[in-house]
């Protein structure tokens, strides 16, 4: 089982960039899948997360009218579309499963399967 995540770069402020996340080994579509990330010296935090039929999105505020959380099932992947980009979205970006539906998905915790990083940085 792997997830792929992929897409990052560097992009000056203002800009765009789509993370990819595709997996591998078994199905995600019955799954809720989350976006992360960490940037340098600072703790993982939550960016995103879509339920399994990609109708129920939530965000944190900080990202919050600037990302898109989506997913095609028929492909086993799920994007960030970041829009907007500032200085302080700067980060290593991860892909993770929720592990149950029940979980507080804000939680790093609560997440079983995580792909490795995707580096995002942003100019000013």
């Known amino acids: 089982v792997q997830l792929q995540a992929s897409g990052g770069g560097l992009v000056q402020a203002g800009g765009s960039l789509r993370l990819s996340c595709a997996a591998s080994g078994r199905t995600f579509s019955s799954d809720a899948m989350g976006w992360f990330r960490q940037a340098p010296g600072k703790e993982r935090e939550f960016v995103a997360v879509i339920d399994w039929s990609g109708s129920s999105t939530y965000y944190a505020d900080s990202v919050k009218g600037r990302f898109t959380i989506s997913r095609d099932n028929a492909k086993n992947t799920v994007y960030l579309q970041m829009n907007s980009l500032k200085p302080e979205d700067t980060a290593d970006y991860y892909c993770?499963?929720?592990?149950?539906?029940?979980?507080?998905?804000?939680?790093?915790?609560?997440?079983?399967?995580w792909g490795q990083g995707t580096l995002v940085t942003v100019s000013s």
């Open positions: 993770a499963r929720l592990g149950s539906k029940d979980s507080d998905y804000k939680s790093s915790y609560e997440y079983d399967y």
